[in-house]
């Protein structure tokens, strides 16, 4: 694979995405990301951002489930509380019929975005050190971003639902009286900042299959449920769907889905 881009040409690229949001999409080069950490804390962040669009700004990017998930179901099958219900600790996550896994595709994103966002000025925190590991929780997940006062929370995934939906969508806080009833209008503009950038950065369709528009308000999910900060989930795709699989399973797509939620991102937070 290339390089990553050169700091002038990724502030270019998104700043073309971010204002524009219309029209042509930018071309974006393939890069490759980060080798994964095999040791850390549950958490990993970057150091303090320097100057740029998004100094001084705080991003916490929770790459769903994780690779020893699978291995370790008695842990992750372990019921935790997320206000409305209660759920399981983590998951599996799903496939793609050829077998590129969910968890995989979600570490690959979030290790394109974090230095994009870095290049703009942001601190980073991951909430999982590397693709080997077992969860974090939900719960655990969710303190994550409330602990680094995160002025914006994205987790990714790529759904597993009937083969016959395609497209992306956007999942957004529903009001869970008394717990996050602060943060449910600035996610709806987070997630509204987000949907359209990666509409226009991926050329991806909204969902068939769920919600209205690629935006879906949900009270079941712990990881919006217990944020205290601005905080929405992303579907980049149904991995079960062949056409939303082959896009998503090459590295040059990851990289332009990205450089969209980057966009989307600083369109936000600016």
């Given at each position: 694979m290339g390089a990553f881009l050169s700091g002038s040409a990724v502030l270019a690229t998104l700043a073309a995405l971010s204002v524009?949001?219309?029209?042509?999409?930018?071309?974006?080069?393939?890069?490759?990301?980060?080798?994964e950490s095999s040791a850390g804390p549950s958490a990993e962040s970057s150091p303090t951002?320097?100057?740029?669009?998004l100094a001084g700004k705080v991003v916490v990017i929770d790459p769903g489930h994780n690779g020893g998930n699978a291995a370790h179901r008695e842990e992750i099958d372990r019921l935790v509380d997320v206000i409305t219900g209660r759920k399981p600790c983590n998951t599996i996550?799903?496939?793609?019929?050829?077998?590129?896994?969910?968890?995989?595709?979600?570490?690959?994103?979030?290790?394109?975005?974090?230095?994009?966002?870095?290049?703009?000025?942001?601190?980073?925190?991951?909430?999982?050190?590397?693709?080997?590991?077992?969860g974090p929780c939900i719960t655990e997940r969710a303190a994550i971003g409330n602990e680094a006062r995160a002025d914006a929370v994205v987790s990714i995934h790529g759904d597993g639902a009937a083969e016959s939906g395609h497209g992306f969508h956007v999942i957004m806080p529903g009001p869970v009286a008394g717990h996050n009833d602060a943060i449910v209008r600035p996610s709806r503009r987070l997630g509204l900042a987000i949907r359209k950038a990666y509409r226009v950065g991926t050329r991806m369709p909204y969902a068939t299959y769920v919600g209205r528009d690629g935006l879906q308000t949900r009270t079941d999910l712990g990881g919006l449920n217990l944020s205290k900060r601005p905080a929405v989930f992303i579907e980049c795709g149904n991995m079960r769907?062949?056409?939303?699989?082959?896009?998503?399973?090459?590295?040059?797509?990851?990289?332009?889905?990205?450089?969209?939620?980057?966009?989307?991102?600083?369109?936000?937070?600016?």
């Open positions: 524009a949001c219309a029209g042509a999409v930018p071309a974006v080069r393939e890069a490759k990301a980060p080798a951002g320097r100057g740029g669009p996550g799903t496939r793609t019929r050829s077998g590129y896994p969910e968890h995989a595709f979600t570490w690959d994103v979030a290790n394109r975005l974090k230095p994009l966002l870095e290049e703009m000025g942001a601190r980073v925190v991951l909430t999982r050190p590397n693709d080997t590991g077992v769907n062949s056409r939303d699989a082959a896009r998503m399973s090459k590295p040059a797509f990851r990289e332009r889905i990205a450089t969209s939620l980057a966009a989307g991102l600083r369109q936000y937070l600016r």
